[in-house]
């Protein structure tokens, strides 16, 4: 009597999956599986669509993209409309997948704006480092053409001699325009030590058109600490015609190791 009732019971139970109108086919995701299939292309969309309103032609790229999305979850385009048609078919189901999708998102959605203020933060730090180690006082930029009275050449002389540091750099992005004839720029520095000592360090700018950027080490190489720092960000025969735009300039000094955080 036990063992048929066993028996009535599983055949029970195989007729009612059998006959349950939401059993996922074989071979198709399960709830759960589906909702982040669908979370993932959805977000590969939302990328996809940032992307297209950016640059026009990566149409390629977009497709790309979002096939690989479909090829991690071993999904062919076809299996996946097949899959998507099913599930929508069976209205309820799909419902309770939809809004594990939006639970899905929203949680995707939390950590990226959660990565982003960490990201921004960072850079903010980094932005008041560097505006605290600057030593230079001059413009951030400058546009010189043959016509300007100032000294074309961009002289300083900046006194470092009550910062205690392990070096500096001086950088800036360089482009010399059309009508500029200067065959040999460069940008120089002269350093005076506490010893009395100098050198005299320059960078040579190539004379070209593309925005270039160059930049010079300070200090480094030498255990007496810098006094003085004098030069020009593009020393050059004054006699040729100059035409150029100096941008970005930055001139910090480098904590010793022992005061870095």
């Known amino acids: ?3 048929r009732m066993v028996f009535c019971g599983m055949l029970l139970a ?7 109108p939401n059993r996922v086919p074989k071979g198709f995701p399960e709830e759960e599986e ?3 299939i669908l979370a993932d292309v959805h977000y590969a969309e939302a990328t996809i669509g940032q ?8 149409d390629s790229t977009a497709n790309t993209y979002y096939h690989y999305i479909l090829a991690r979850h071993n999904l062919t385009q076809q299996k996946f409309d097949t899959v998507v048609s099913w599930y929508l078919s069976h209205p309820e189901l799909y419902q309770e997948v939809y809004d594990k999708v939006i639970a899905l998102l929203s949680e995707q ?5 959660r990565d982003i203020k960490e990201q921004e933060e960072e850079e903010e730090r980094v932005r008041k480092e560097k505006q605290a180690r600057s030593i230079w006082k001059g413009e951030k930029s400058y546009f010189i053409t043959k016509a300007d009275t100032f000294d074309r050449r961009i002289p300083f002389s900046i006194s470092v001699d009550t910062i205690v540091a392990q070096g500096y750099q001086l950088s800036a992005f360089y482009q010399f325009l059309k009508q500029s004839s200067v065959k040999e720029p460069l940008m120089e520095v002269i350093a005076l030590y506490a010893d009395s000592t100098t050198d005299t360090l320059y960078y040579n700018l190539p004379a070209t058109h593309i925005n270039s950027k160059a930049a010079l080490m300070i200090g480094f190489e030498k255990e007496q600490q810098v006094l003085q720092m004098e030069g020009f960000l593009v ?3 004054t006699t040729e015609q100059i035409r150029a735009r100096i941008n970005n300039i930055e001139f910090e000094y480098i904590p010793v190791a022992d005061s870095v955080r």
Request: aromatic letters at 18%; proline letters at 0%.
């Open 34 to 36: 589906f909702a982040r």
């Open 1 to 3: 009597m036990t063992n």
């Open 235 to 237: 020393k050059h025969d």
């Open 109 to 113: 959605e939390a950590h990226y704006e």
């Open 51 to 58: 992307i297209r309103i950016k640059d026009r032609g990566v």
């Open 14 to 20: 195989y007729f009612f999956v059998a006959c349950n």
